[in-house]
Nanobody, 121 residues
Framework: QVQLVESGGGLVRAGGSLRLSCAATGGTYAMGWFRQAPGKERTFVARISRSGVNTDYADSVKGRFTISRDNAKNTVYLEMNSLKSEDTAVYYC?????????????????WGQGTQVTVSS
């Protein structure tokens, strides 16, 4: 059984930084981070392959966010720098059983409960 637990969200001022963590049990998968702002659809933020070699980012976060993983700890991270008010959302980590590079929410098989990130301007 796959379980994903996010942590690290909180309130931060614009320009600040946060690091989100996603602890996974039940296997090693390609992992993604998604976010959902109030009244909006869930959107892709970043993806990392099983090995950690390949990463993808949404254009809106490129150069500011970094996804990484430590497979020995079964944990995926999202380092978020230069945060903006428009980054405010609930952030979810998700696991994809497929090895195909996929960036849309429906492709992912398992989801965490989400962690709130609020950026004040």
């Amino acid at each position: 059984q796959v379980q994903l637990v996010e942590s690290g969200g909180g309130l931060v001022r614009a320009g600040g930084s946060l690091r989100l963590s996603c602890a996974a049990t039940g296997g090693t998968y390609a992992m993604g981070w998604f976010r959902q702002a109030p009244g909006k659809e869930r959107t892709f933020v970043a993806r990392i392959s099983r090995s950690g070699v390949n990463t993808d980012y949404a254009d809106s976060v490129k150069g500011r966010f970094t996804i990484s993983r430590d497979n020995a700890k079964n944990t995926v991270y999202l380092e978020m720098n230069s945060l903006k008010s428009e980054d405010t959302a609930v952030y979810y980590c998700a696991a994809d059983r497929s090895v195909i590079r996929r960036l849309f929410p429906d492709a992912y098989d398992y989801w965490g409960q989400g962690t709130q990130v609020t950026v004040s301007s």
